[in-house]
Nanobody
Framework: EVQLVESGGGLVQPGESLRLSCAASGFTFSSAGMSWVRQAPGKNLEWVCTIDADGGRTYYSDSVKGRFAVSRDNAENTLYLTLNSLKTEDTAMYYC????????????WGQGTQVTASS
């Protein structure tokens, strides 16, 4: 059974940082591309970033490029998202998601972790 469990969210002030983790199990983590997706209250899902299976390539939305960094530890089956210089508009539920292998479609999602940037 595929499981994705996010952690690390919280309440921070604008300008501060957080690191989210996503613990993966039930599949060959090192073979799958992974993404982070977020949803702010009352808004649609927004793609945040993607990392390929071996971590060699990363892709970011324009709204987070230069502030967020995605990484992975394939030995520990864990995906990370470092959020720097947080803005109030980054407030959202953050989900990690697994890509189909091969391909770009997302076929499994975690339960999410809440990030709130507020003064």
């Amino acid at each position: 059974e595929v499981q994705l469990v996010e952690s690390g969210g919280g309440l921070v002030q604008p300008g501060e940082s957080l690191r989210l983790s996503c613990a993966a199990s039930g599949f060959t983590f090192s073979s799958a591309g992974m993404s982070w997706v977020r949803q702010a209250p009352g808004k649609n899902l927004e793609w945040v970033c993607t990392i390929d299976a071996d971590g060699g390539r990363t892709y970011y939305s324009d709204s987070v490029k230069g502030r967020f960094a995605v990484s992975r530890d394939n030995a520990e089956n864990t995906l990370y998202l470092t959020l720097n210089s947080l803005k109030t508009e980054d407030t959202a539920m953050y989900y990690c998601a697994k890509h189909v292998v091969p391909g770009l479609l997302l076929n499994y999602w975690g339960q999410g972790t809440q990030v709130t940037a507020s003064s």
